[in-house]
DNA sequence: CAGTGGTCTAGACCACACT
DNA sequence: GTGTGGTCTAGACCACTGC
């Protein structure tokens, strides 16, 4: 069979003439692999929710046999997902989306550790909402969730505490639209991760984020609720989370106690 | 040729009986792929010497006939060195290895930023090396350096300022054997990052790196040095950096003002 | 042009999980 | 046993670099 450069088919698409010999559908410049064009294919198929968090995705060889392409080139479209974490391998079992719910570490966006011991040994956060209202957009939050200033949004103020001790004061911000029907009360009553929420109730995924990490100082309002005196230095950690095709999905400016809990980040 | 598990060959190494059908060398438990065996190779070529810093790397063909294996094995175990940045390839030129100097970040390992503007939008670092002697070391500098207490080790403190304000205080510890005859001389004379000329002086490159990261006051010495009040909140820094196999290299601890900068971390 | 890494295929077999 | 992902091979061709 030759290999001569071919768009994938899905299902029912019209075929290139195989036995033509040098039909060049992707010319460099502008030229992408097979395996990128399969795991856009792929990607799309998550977005749309054709497969759902925590579920299976077909094996290999289906998705070879619908993309028309070869198991190893599906494979490799796969390792890239899996990489990115969008995917989880598991011998024996198949593939699966991944999910913010159900895995071993409960918060995975979340850097925190405590100074000593490791990261169960003091349990589950305790988790208090403080506030969650609609709001119109400022401008800089407008910004940063690619909205247009006034548009509304909703506004979340909660307290992460470990034995305890209130160590994370959050606010957080998110677009109106997509999270339509948001309450405090849906907060309140959910157990798992706010993220996990966010996929089962929204059908929003977070995919991505990135981190801006200063040291200040706390205002008056940030004090009593952290029970902490102005003059001590909190870790400041503003993050925008992203969903598919890096589209902003969250806005959360963070103040972490660290003193009895530090920042951990690998470079490579 | 039959492809039951075999042990990859070293020019020269006997091999296990090729026509022979089920001799298993290799079984579950402690079960590890070929090209895991490759990969350990390249890296005892790497960590020896044999390749130097920049250098070519023998080209996956040439790897392929030195260990008795396919390109394809080889490729997969270069794979994963280049996705831990050990090697770096260049399609058409070759892969090779990675090094500190020459990289078009000046520092591989500095997570700050500017609040606005690039990266280069404010040119180089200004460094001064404010100190450089051996001591004894203390038991938590010995503990993180993997070194007994009091056995001599090398403590460097340096300031680096950004257009002429004072941004960045760092003390650093190093072991003193692998850096014997470092000098603030020397470091004053180097151009490039630091861990380039620990590279080119004293063959010690520094693949990986953990850091704790907290929010906290300046001492008295710090305020001077970076020209702060001591209620300026700064950001804490404690860096341990790693060579090949996990070995430390380096403690340091910076003090970062996070006033025009901040610490830039990316999620996935 | 030759040499390098990069893509793609097809087929074989291994390790693992379920039933 | 069957089906899944994981490894390994061999060979072909493509894209990029530099002589």
Redesign the interface.
Known sequence: MNNAPTSPAELGDPLFSEGSSTISVQQSPAFSPLYQQIKALILQSLQSGEWKPSAAIPSEMELAARFKVSQGTVRKAIDELA???LLVRRQGKGTFVATHAEQHVQY??L?LFPNSGNLDSEGPAQREIIDCKRIRAPADIAKALAVRAGDPVLQVRRVLSFVGIPTILEDLWLPGTPFKGLTAERLRESNGPMYALFESEFGVRMV??????????PDTDQCSLLKVKP?A????VE?TAFTYNDVPMELRRGM?L?DTH???????
Do not use: D, M, Q
């Open positions: 990489a990115e974490n995975r966006f850097r991505r984020a990135e981190e801006k990490i200063r040291a200040v100082l003059a230095p909190l870790l400041s993050r972490y660290t530090y920042y951990r980040n690998t470079l490579n």
